[in-house]
Every structure is written in structure tokens, then in C-alpha cells.
């Protein structure tokens, strides 16, 4: 550390990658007040775009031009914004519930919060005040290790307070239902609430109901948004942001998967072409209107694909018959190195988790240099950081918040909210 001007400045070296600052700047003449001075080129102003985006304040935009300079870790940030391209963006929604509620830049939005605070992850004191205040409900009624594991740390790193309910602790065992169960977490003023539910819609059902945010943690066999973000970020770490001429297969139980569903949604969003390889008992109904090739040959399925996302068979949604026996599955439809020889060169092996070795993928494939499975659930954190920052620090749900307690200057303006503890 060297002095200046009686401040300490950490050395450049130990400074988190701060270039997509730099690139505000670069693009200043494509995206920044020049561009927004055009008429026709406002799109904060078209009405039913779901997207809003507000001209940064010139003030902010000197201040961070000069933090940037500086090599400051804390950039400034004014209240409620967050930047991105030059432009700030005010996160449009109360719930997340399926992918297809996403634009394309909104999902590469996420993936750019998520990069800023995959760094807090790295840091010696991993937690910042950012959500100080906030409380979280991760109401669990199917087992999770991942997805209700990481919602909690990435609270907790957040400094949101987090809360954990699972059905078999819940009054759900003494005949409340869904509805009620939610409605009594809701009497409590929590900001958000995480829902695994084994019904497809559960969330919804709870969206439409509630005033705080919902968010789906996987409803049923019908959508696991965070999954497909966490899948789609850990690629995007690997290949950019831009997966036009990427091929990602998806291989196992598609029909029970809502992991396969939301996944095909989000790559698809992102340009890349999505292939799905299972038995024919395990393809969904209605498949073929699906906006990916089928393939039933696994070896046929793996020639000249970038990326392989395994599925786990999720017995404990089928119905008894669809497969003659499980080690013919694992011989046919198991990932294995053979498979992968006419892959791309770098192919990538992916699984959600829970994996099951030596059924879906070869024990040691799921071991292997290109197997990302770990890199996955790391990006879970910090891809469920940036989901729990905004929904969390959203508009409506601040003004709601000072209309509350009447603190609408008192509020922490983000300039402090990376900072650690
Ligand atoms: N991928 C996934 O949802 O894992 P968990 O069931 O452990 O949360």
C-alpha cells in the first residue's frame, strides 16, 4: 500500500478488474449522453418495453470516470442505479419466475451484477452491507442442497437476513396449505421469498398473492430460473457474453427437467444452438415445437457440439415403465469420453447436480479438466447475489420501502455498497 495525499491507495495490482468501467467510458460516443441526446434513440422513453433506461447523471458519470482513474474499488454509484453499457438500468420486476420473462440484454444484465460480486466472493472478508436490512425467506419444500444453500450464502454475504423453512418443519405438515403457509411468512415483512415447490406454477400462485418478491427456485418440472442463469454465466465466463455459433446439448431426463426447460429458454435467448438427446420415453409432449434438435443417439448427439449439460433421471417424478432398467440407460445415455471424440475441440461437460455417477456421466468425466460442475456451483452464489440485489434494490420495492419509514434521503446510496463490512 502507498500513500497519497494522506490516503492510502491500494496498488493497482490488488484492485479488482474494474475494465467494464473502462469500456463506459470508450463507449461514451455509441451509448452515453451523446447517444441519449438523439430523439430517436430513446428507449427509456418507448412505453411498453419491459426494460427502462434513464440517462446516467452527468455528475455520477464524472465520478466514476474519476474513480475509475484512481483505480478505486468503491465506485460511486448513485441511489437505485447500477450501470451497464454506459446506461443504468432500473430492474424492471417483482418475481422471477420463468426465463421466458427475460430479454436477452436482461440476462446479460444479471450475468454483469453477478461478475461484480463473484469478486466479493474471492475476497478475504466475503461479506458487504449491501442489503443490509433486507430479509429473505427460503421456503424449501423439496430438498435442495445447492439452490437453498447458496440463496443463503449469498444473502448472508449480501448482509440480507436470511431465514430457512423446510416442509418437514413446516405447519405444511399439519395440513396448511400452500396459501396460507405464505401468506402468514408474508405478515412478517419479509422483501423476498424462495420457493422450491414439487407443483409447476407454485411460485406464480404465490407472485400473484404476495407483495413481496417471489422467486422461483424450481416449481414442479416447469422452470428453475436461477439454474439456467448460474448455467448460462458459467458459460458465458468461458465463451463471452456472445454464444452465436456455440451448440450446448442437453442430455437425460428432458421431460421431468425443469432445469432442460429453462435452460433451452435461456440459451436459446443468447444465439446458441440447443440440441436434446434422451429416449424417446423421456422427451416431453409437444417436443417438436421446441426450439432445438432432437436427437435419440447420444454419439450422433455429441458431433460438433461446444458444451454437454447432463441431467439427472429424476425418478421421483416418473411414472413406473419408462425405462426397461438402469444400467441399459447409464450404457446408452451415461456421458462418457467416448462420446465426447467428436465433440469441439475444449468441449464442456456441465450437470446441475444432483449427479448421479455412473448413471448420467461417467464418474471420471464428472472429474475431468473440461468438466465445469464446481465452476457451476460457484456461479450459483454469486448469479444468486445478483438476483437478490435486484429484485431486492428494485423501485418499486425501495420506494415502497422509504414510503414505509419515510427515509427516502437517509437511504444508502450504492456508492457504499460493495464495501466491506
Ligand atoms: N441444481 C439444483 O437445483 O440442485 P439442488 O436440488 O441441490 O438445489
Not at 455509441?30 to 452527468?58: A, D, I
Not at 454475504?157 to 418437514?168: F, I, K, P, Q, W
Not at 457451476?376 to 452464489?381: I, L
Not at 445478483?386 to 429484485?391: G, I, N
Request: glycine letters at 6%; hydrophobic letters at 40%.
Amino acid at each position: 500500500m502507498k500513500k497519497m495525499r494522506g490516503r492510502v491507495e491500494a496498488p493497482v495490482a490488488e484492485l479488482p478488474n474494474m475494465n467494464f468501467l473502462r469500456r463506459n467510458r470508450e463507449n461514451d460516443n455509441s451509448r452515453g449522453l451523446r447517444g441519449l441526446r438523439s430523439k430517436t434513440n430513446r428507449p427509456w422513453k418507448t412505453k411498453h418495453r419491459k426494460m427502462y433506461w434513464k440517462p446516467m447523471p452527468f455528475s455520477a458519470r464524472r465520478e466514476i470516470d474519476a474513480a475509475t482513474d484512481r483505480g478505486c474499488r468503491h465506485f460511486p454509484y448513485p441511489a437505485k442505479h447500477i450501470f451497464t453499457n454506459g446506461a443504468p438500468m432500473l430492474w424492471p420486476y417483482k418475481d422471477l419466475l420463468c426465463i421466458s420473462q427475460l430479454t436477452a440484454a436482461e440476462i446479460l444484465y444479471v450475468f454483469q451484477v453477478a461478475r461484480r460480486f463473484a469478486e466479493i466472493n474471492t475476497r478475504p472478508v466475503k461479506k458487504v452491507p449491501t442489503l443490509k436490512g433486507k430479509s429473505v425467506i427460503l421456503f424449501f419444500v423439496e430438498p435442495s442442497t445447492r439452490t437453498k444453500t447458496s440463496f443463503d450464502i449469498a444473502g448472508k454475504r449480501l448482509s440480507a437476513d436470511t431465514y430457512s423453512l423446510a416442509a418437514s418443519s413446516s405447519s405444511l405438515r399439519k395440513g396448511e396449505n400452500l396459501k396460507d403457509s405464505a401468506l402468514t411468512l408474508q405478515a412478517m415483512h419479509p422483501d423476498a421469498l424462495v420457493l422450491r415447490h414439487h407443483q409447476s406454477g407454485a411460485s406464480e400462485f404465490l407472485a400473484r398473492r404476495l407483495s413481496c418478491s417471489v422467486i422461483n427456485a424450481g416449481d414442479g418440472w416447469h422452470a428453475h430460473p436461477t439454474q439456467a442463469l448460474l448455467d448460462g454465466f458459467t458459460l458465458s465466463e468461458a465463451w463471452g457474453d456472445d454464444m452465436a455459433g456455440k451448440t450446448v446439448l442437453i442430455v437425460g431426463d428432458i421431460a421431468h427437467s425443469r432445469v432442460a426447460r429453462s435452460d433451452v429458454l435461456l440459451f436459446t435467448a443468447l444465439g446458441a444452438r440447443v440440441r436434446i438427446c434422451a429416449p424417446r420415453t423421456l422427451l416431453p409432449a409437444g417436443v417438436r415445437q421446441w426450439p432445438v434438435e432432437v436427437f435419440s443417439n447420444l454419439t450422433e448427439a455429441c458431433k460438433g457440439v461446444d458444451a454437454v449439460i447432463c441431467l439427472r433421471l429424476q425418478l421421483e417424478r416418473q411414472k413406473a415403465g419408462l425405462l426397461p432398467d438402469l444400467r441399459e440407460y447409464a450404457r446408452t445415455y451415461g456421458l462418457g469420453a467416448r462420446h465426447l471424440n467428436k465433440a469441439n475441440p475444449g468441449v464442456l461437460v456441465m450437470h446441475p447436480g444432483p449427479m448421479n455417477r455412473g448413471v448420467e456421466i461417467d464418474a471420471a468425466l464428472a472429474d475431468a479438466e473440461n468438466s465445469l460442475i464446481l465452476d457451476q456451483v460457484s456461479a450459483g452464489v454469486a448469479t444468486r447475489m445478483a438476483l437478490l440485489f435486484l429484485f431486492l434494490t428494485r423501485k418499486d420495492a425501495a420506494d415502497q420501502g422509504d414510503a414505509q419509514s419515510g427515509q427516502a434521503e437517509s437511504r444508502q446510496p450504492q456508492s457504499s455498497l460493495l464495501q466491506e463490512d
